[in-house]
């Protein structure tokens, strides 16, 4: 269950790297502004947020990959700490977009699950 756990961390920091790259490389393009349903001039006005959160979003995906990488050497105390902050902060930054933006469940719930799910079996694999 640790194995999938990490898998599935894993899963989750790629799609934060993606989301990383849409909102703080490509964010004003048309690929990115469908993505996220914005207007040119919504881009162009939020690029500087979108900038800086697409970095936050980068940072918690880092978090996971040094814990998955310093779990398979060994470090199992400090690599399921670092995925379960990691991971832990995507579930509460995807539950904030769902309750702030119910509109945006979809989105949420892409955010959320995954690493939801990572932390679950991550959980259930060190206790058994």
């Known amino acids: 269950m640790v194995v999938a756990g990490l898998v599935l961390a894993g899963i989750a920091g790629l799609i934060h790297v993606y989301i990383f790259y849409l909102e703080s490389v490509v964010w004003t393009t048309a690929r990115a ?6 207007s040119r001039e919504e881009a162009e006005a939020t690029r500087q947020l979108a900038f800086n959160q697409g970095f936050y979003n980068l940072f918690l995906a880092v978090a996971i990959v040094v814990g998955i ?4 050497v060994g470090a199992h105390t400090v690599g399921a700490t ?7 902060s995507m579930v509460a930054a995807g539950l904030v977009l769902l309750i702030s933006a119910p509109d945006k469940a979809g ?3 892409k955010q959320l699950v995954p690493p939801l ?3 679950v079996a991550l959980a259930i694999g060190l206790v058994i």
């Open 82 to 88: 670092l995925v379960f902050v990691g991971a832990g």
């Open 107 to 109: 989105a949420a719930l």
């Open 117 to 119: 799910l990572a932390v």
């Open 33 to 38: 502004r469908a993505v996220f349903g914005t």
């Open 69 to 72: 990488v310093a779990y398979a």
